[in-house]
């Protein structure tokens, strides 16, 4: 599938009423606001591979017909009763521990077994640390040539500070303390100056 389409959409970032029209598409004047027909994600990567980020945010109704697809690879678009198939390889990530939202009745157990195929524990950031100063580096330079400046890194003190921060956030985290300082720098090189309070606070 590698050469077919690759959609990725994020679960949490749009409402749920939303959610649905943007996997499955809708007719025009499926709704108000509907003024044209519209291809969901399904059928935009027939062929290719869906990324369902964040699926733990996902509504149990939501859920429902997402199980529905993925058993039957058919689905009907908001306001039609055309019956439309789609191959797509379904990858999915989230940051809660969804076993656990099973056990809450939060999530639907039998879409866990479906999904839950092959299963990538990614370790936080602070458990791979070798990985910070690359990232690190390669934020400073795509936000400096973002904000219109010349930064070519960030200097080794200011590097050191980042390897001994824990980073509760994650990749996340560190994509935005290091688009902040790179908005800060006077120079050519993120300086501590330019980092955050609360790294320091907890070095």
């Not at 429902?64 to 439309?84: A, D, H, W």
């Not at 200097?155 to 994650?170: K, Q, S």
Request: proline share 5%.
């Amino acid at each position: 599938r590698s050469k077919k389409p690759f959609v990725p959409i994020n679960c949490a970032a749009i409402p749920e009423t939303l959610l649905e029209s943007e996997l499955f598409g809708y007719e025009k004047g499926a709704f108000t606001g509907a003024v044209q027909r519209k291809l969901g994600k399904f059928e935009v990567a027939n062929g290719g591979t869906i990324f369902l980020d964040e699926i733990g945010e996902m509504s149990p109704l939501l859920q429902v017909k997402i199980l529905r697809f993925l058993q039957s690879r058919q689905f009907e678009p908001l306001g039609s009763n055309r019956v439309k198939k789609s191959d797509v390889r379904i990858t999915a990530a989230t940051n809660k521990e969804l076993f656990s939202l099973v056990k809450e009745n939060k999530f639907r157990e039998d879409l866990f077994y479906r999904i839950n195929v092959i299963n990538i524990k990614l370790p936080a950031l602070r458990e791979r640390r070798l990985d910070i100063e690359p990232l690190a580096e390669s934020f400073a330079i795509r936000f400096g040539k973002k904000n219109g400046k010349k930064i070519k890194g960030i200097d080794p003190e200011t590097l050191n500070i980042l390897n001994r921060y824990n980073f509760p956030g994650n990749i996340r985290e560190l994509e935005n303390i290091v688009e902040r300082a790179a908005i800060l720098a006077q120079g050519e090189l993120i300086a501590k100056e330019d980092l955050p309070k609360v790294i320091f606070e907890e070095n």
